[in-house]
Each structure stands twice: as C-alpha cells, then as structure tokens.
C-alpha cells in the first residue's frame, strides 16, 4: 500500500519541519523531566502526575511519527508552477460568498495547513474541493455542513 501524498506549500512544510523539531529536542525533554520527577514520587500505582507524563509522552511521541510521515511524503507546490488560470494548491482565490453577500480570499493549501479561522481551506475540504480546478467567473455551489454554499470566483493569484 503506498503513502499518501500530502500536498503543500513551501510555507506549510517549513511550519512542520518547525513543530518536529520543536518536538524531538524542546517537548521530548521537558517529558523525560516530567517522568523523572514524578518517578521520585514513589508508588506508580497512584501517580496522578506519572499517568499524566507518559500519556503527554505517548501523545507526542505519536505526534513525531505523524509529522516524519507527512514530511516523507510531502508533494510541494513549487510556486512558480501555480496557475492563477485555474484554482490550484497554493493559490489564492477571491470569491464572492452569495450566502454572506461579501468577497473573501481563500489560500489553497494542503490538509495539513489549513487553517480556516484565517481562510487558509484544504484542497480537501468540501469549498476548496468545489474550488479547484475552476476559473475565474465560474459559480461553485457546494453542500457545507451548514448546507449549501455558492461562490463566484472572482480572481485568482499566487
């Protein structure tokens, strides 16, 4: 079975090269702290604290493996190759929301950036899915969880 590849922007595998990193020299030894501490503690079999560390570590732990996943797999958007004839990953598109009657820029990233609160949407989410491969002065109508969504697409750039 092969991986899948994780689409993002340059941006987006620098912010999880970070967070790896972060987590393998800062996160790991605040956790063997937190074990060694607790360990002086005495009886495991009632240490709250102890308990509390291995499952941060488990956590983290899970999180490293996640991250070398992705990162091993990574597909990046060479910028210079985004087209703004057509919606794309690494794209930013201005549409028009007829719900809201209002423009909005969406980035197009991958699944592991995006991050709505600051309209950073996933090439898999329900709006960026309807989005890409469309051109300017197109309307995309898409069902959302809240129920059905129409946009026109008012532009596109990198």
């Known amino acids: 079975m092969s991986e899948k590849k994780h689409v993002m922007t340059y941006e987006g595998l620098k912010k999880l090269e970070q967070e790896l990193e972060y987590l393998k020299t800062v996160k790991r030894k605040e956790i063997t702290e937190k074990i060694k501490v607790a360990l002086g503690y005495g009886d ?37 190759e985004i087209s703004t004839e057509k919606v794309s990953v690494g794209a930013i598109v201005k549409v028009k929301d007829y719900e809201f009657d209002e423009e909005i820029e969406y980035s197009i990233v991958g699944s592991a950036e995006a991050d709505p609160m600051n309209n ?4 898999e989410s329900p709006v960026g899915e309807a989005l890409i491969g469309k051109k300017v002065g197109e309307v995309v109508e898409v069902t959302i969880p809240g129920g059905m969504a129409k946009f026109e697409i008012l532009g596109i750039r990198r």
């Open 120 to 123: 950073k949407i996933s090439n």
């Open 44 to 80: 495991l079999s009632e240490n709250s604290e102890y308990d509390e560390a291995k499952n941060e570590q488990a956590f983290t732990e899970g999180r490293i493996l996640q991250l070398e996943t992705m990162l091993k797999n990574a597909e990046v958007v060479d910028e210079s």
